[in-house]
């Protein structure tokens, strides 16, 4: 389940999962529909506050993720 909702929204959280403390967001970089990479931003829990991590750090990954993924695009 958790694996069908990465997909569908496109990133995924990390809640202290690896290490005690630190927060993640991440999203994949794809070209030519293949995952190439992988941009995510980690910090401190206490710092990251519910709607940041839910909802800020998202939208700016995924605009970062557009951003690289166009740059590749038409660079090449």
Do not use: C, K
């Not at 569908?8 to 927060?23: K, L, P, S």
């Not at 910090?43 to 590749?72: C, H, K, M």
């Amino acid at each position: 389940e958790e694996l069908e909702r990465v997909r569908d929204r496109g990133y995924a959280f990390n809640r202290q999962e690896t290490t005690a403390g630190v927060h993640a967001v991440g999203a994949p970089v794809t070209a030519d529909g293949e995952v190439i990479g992988a941009l995510s931003v980690a910090g401190p829990a206490s710092r990251i506050t519910d709607d940041r991590f839910t909802e800020v750090l998202p939208e700016r990954i995924l605009g970062a993720v557009n951003e690289l993924e166009l740059y590749i695009e038409h660079s090449v």
